[in-house]
């Protein structure tokens, strides 16, 4: 086992750059319906609508790379990527180092001694 003492405060900055860009990815996907609305009480013709999802497609896209290229501050890995699979939870899907690791001091001690 690794040093139950570590320093979660210095895993602050690249935690917090991954909580950022979740939120990014999240606002795009939740901005969708109230766009389309948006956009279709403007102009509801197809061409607009079709450049409007395609907008959105490119902003989903970029963030949803952005998101998964972040690693880890502990182990360096893909924090939201394993293998072929990127799920979006909130602990490392490699040491299970949780997003708010540095937050709460306290919670990854408690999870590394299995309580
Ligand atoms: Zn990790």
């Not at 319906?33 to 403007?42: E, K, L, S, T």
């Not at 497609?57 to 690693?71: E, F, H, K, Q």
């Not at 990527?81 to 708010?100: A, D, E, F, K, T």
Request: proline share 4%.
């Amino acid at each position: 086992m690794t040093d139950t003492n570590e320093n979660m405060s210095e895993y602050g900055p690249a935690l917090k750059l991954i909580r950022r860009r979740r939120r990014y990815f999240f606002g795009v996907i939740l901005v969708y319906i109230p766009a389309i609305w948006f956009i279709h009480g403007i102009s509801p013709a197809n061409k607009t609508m079709f450049s409007t999802i395609g907008i959105w497609v490119i902003l989903l896209l970029i963030t949803c790379l952005g998101s998964a290229i972040t690693r880890c501050p502990r182990c360096g890995n893909y924090f939201h990527v394993h293998g072929m699979s990127m799920l979006y939870l909130r602990r490392c899907l490699h040491c299970q180092l949780h997003i708010n690791a540095d937050k709460v001091p306290y919670r990854s001690t408690i999870i590394k001694n299995g309580e």
